[in-house]
């Protein structure tokens, strides 16, 4: 009954209007008003600061600050195979495996398109037929920045607006094509290994989510914003920084089909953390 409440009252809620406000209060700088959120976060969900760069949780200037902190060099090592596939972010494996007739497992009895996680671009989403995903999703207590599972160079960046869902695992079993619905930014990179895409999904109260070649993605008009790199597209070496949530959510990985095979111990449930070998890539 409790859980059926939650999802209910996710669709009544202002859900953007929460999450701005959610936004203004994670960049405010006053110390009586950050310091005690961010101790009180850090409490709450038991966040590790010893494998921060910076360890004092009220030396950050806001909230989303401490939110995307650095870590420690050597913090989140690189799985040493050059044709592992690695994995994006620290999290929980809430799905992978094959993208079976254009759709993505979601949990529980529930799929959604791959069109329309895409941005409803038919080109895009042609690439992916038959490929692979995997969906990582993000706790409030992990590291938030969002790394780059193999090297690769931007040839896309889509922005689709959408509903703000939370994205825990309740309401994944609950709503109808969740990730296809919820805000997001969607990346594609050519790689020497066919296609990728790096899909963030916003979710409810997630304030913002940035690129590290676009900076704030979030356009004003709430429409569906696609741009094309050219000449001057950015190249990201494997395992690099390529973006980070403002307050939690999920990455989706893709693959075109015959260049992926994910770790058989993967499944959904798996810890995992950013830098770890989710699978080996193919020729």
């Known amino acids: 009954?409790?859980?059926?409440?939650?999802?209910?009252?996710?669709?009544?809620?202002?859900?953007?209007?929460?999450?701005?406000?959610?936004?203004?209060?994670?960049?405010?700088?006053w110390a009586w008003v950050k310091n005690p959120f961010i101790t009180w976060f850090v409490k709450r969900y038991?966040?590790?600061?010893?494998?921060?760069?910076?360890?004092?949780?009220?030396?950050?200037?806001?909230?989303?600050?401490f939110f995307t902190r650095a870590l420690k060099p050597g913090a989140r090592p690189l799985d040493p195979q050059a044709d592992s596939i690695l994995c994006p972010a620290d999290g929980t494996i809430s799905q992978l495996g094959k993208i079976e007739?254009?759709?993505?497992?979601?949990?529980?009895?529930?799929?959604?398109?791959?069109?329309e996680l895409l941005?409803?671009?038919?080109?895009?989403?042609?690439?992916?037929?038959?490929?692979?995903?995997?969906?990582?999703?993000?706790?409030?207590?992990?590291?938030?920045?969002?790394?780059?599972p193999t090297g690769g160079t931007l040839t896309d960046m889509v922005y689709v607006p959408g509903k703000l869902f939370s994205v825990n695992q309740a309401t994944a079993e609950n709503v109808p094509e969740l990730f296809a619905r919820?805000?997001?930014?969607?990346?594609?990179?050519?790689?020497?290994?066919?296609?990728?895409?790096?899909?963030?999904?916003?979710?409810?109260?997630?304030?913002?989510?940035?690129?590290?070649?676009?900076?704030?993605?979030?356009?004003?008009?709430?429409?569906?914003?696609?741009?094309?790199?050219?000449?001057?597209?950015?190249?990201?070496?494997?395992?690099a920084e390529m973006g980070r949530f403002k307050l939690g959510s999920t990455a989706i990985i893709l693959f075109g089909p015959g260049h992926a095979a994910w770790d058989p111990a993967m499944c959904a449930g798996s810890a995992v953390s950013m830098g770890q070998a989710l699978g080996k890539l193919l020729d």
């Open 1 to 29: 009954m409790r859980e059926r409440l939650f999802i209910i009252t996710q669709y009544l809620l202002p859900q953007h209007l929460i999450s701005r406000l959610a936004g203004c209060l994670a960049n405010c700088t």
């Open 46 to 65: 038991d966040v590790d600061m010893r494998e921060a760069e910076q360890t004092d949780p009220t030396a950050f200037a806001c909230f989303n600050d």
């Open 101 to 115: 007739h254009g759709r993505i497992f979601q949990a529980k009895g529930q799929s959604f398109s791959v069109l």
């Open 119 to 148: 941005g409803g671009h038919a080109e895009h989403a042609a690439l992916f037929q038959g490929g692979e995903f995997a969906t990582v999703y993000l706790s409030p207590k992990d590291y938030h920045r969002v790394h780059m």
């Open 182 to 239: 919820n805000e997001r930014v969607v990346c594609l990179f050519e790689t020497t290994h066919g296609p990728m895409a790096v899909v963030l999904v916003g979710a409810m109260i997630v304030a913002s989510v940035e690129t590290v070649w676009a900076g704030l993605v979030a356009p004003p008009t709430r429409q569906l914003k696609s741009e094309r790199y050219g000449q001057a597209a950015p190249a990201l070496e494997r395992g």
